[in-house]
């Protein structure tokens, strides 16, 4: 992913170091939100389940592999049923587990099954998660600003970094800490809107009037789907 933030004018190793570490966080917050969702739904009724196999009780997920392909996301995924004698009781088990949509690609060993819409109800408790991703992020960034801060504060303390040095160096950080998080809670709406649609509300006015402009910008096109 091309880097979002504005390069900064004579960039000395202390901002440097801390807008990597800081972008790192911004990427993976990304990616989080990239992966958010109820494809996993399959797969955690699999893990849950147990089916008996040769007079034994067995996890079902000991019998069965999940496939997730980008280009079906949040619409389907493949479950590879491992054995044929397990075929019917496994697809009985997802049916019974509420994925009525469920068919055999030819004759093989792979299901399609079709993922049911999210309720308003699950769409609302990952609009939750998206909150809780969020925090987290810009905690982790706070912390690393906070320690480039400490070391910068060390080189002083050691005079091997002059204090005009120090101070551009920290004004630089602060800027990287100001932009990702800005980056972070304008991507973590844009997730929320995409999710709850029409349903989605604005909590607080002055982020609405903060943040909705920002959301329009071309570099937040396609960001999440």
Request: proline share 3%.
């Amino acid at each position: 992913m091309a880097s979002m933030l504005t390069p900064l004018e004579n960039e000395d190793s202390y901002s440097l170091a801390t807008k990597a570490r800081i972008e790192d966080i911004l990427d993976k917050f990304i990616e989080d939100l990239e992966e958010l969702g109820n494809d996993d739904a399959v797969e955690r009724v699999l893990n849950a389940e147990k089916i008996v196999v040769d007079k034994k009780n067995r996890r079902v997920s000991d019998f069965v592999e999940v496939i997730y392909d980008e280009l079906t996301k949040g619409i389907s995924v493949r479950v590879v049923i491992k054995r044929d004698d397990l075929i019917d009781p496994i697809t009985a088990i997802i049916k019974e587990s509420g994925f009525n949509r469920i068919a055999r690609i030819g004759r093989t060993n792979i299901m399609d099954v079709k993922l049911p819409k999210p309720t308003f109800e699950q769409l609302e408790a990952l609009s939750e998660k998206v909150d809780q991703l969020r925090t987290t992020a810009i905690t982790k960034a706070t912390a690393i600003k906070a320690d480039s801060l400490q070391r910068i504060k060390a080189g002083m303390d050691k005079e091997y970094l002059e204090a005009p040095e120090a101070k551009k160096a920290t004004e630089q950080i602060e800027l990287v800490l100001r932009e990702v998080a800005m980056h972070i809670r304008v991507i973590a709406r844009i997730k929320q809107k995409k999710m709850l649609k029409t349903q989605f509300v604005w909590e607080d006015k002055e982020q609405q009037m903060l943040i909705e402009p920002l959301m329009k910008k071309p570099i937040y096109r396609g960001i999440v789907k």
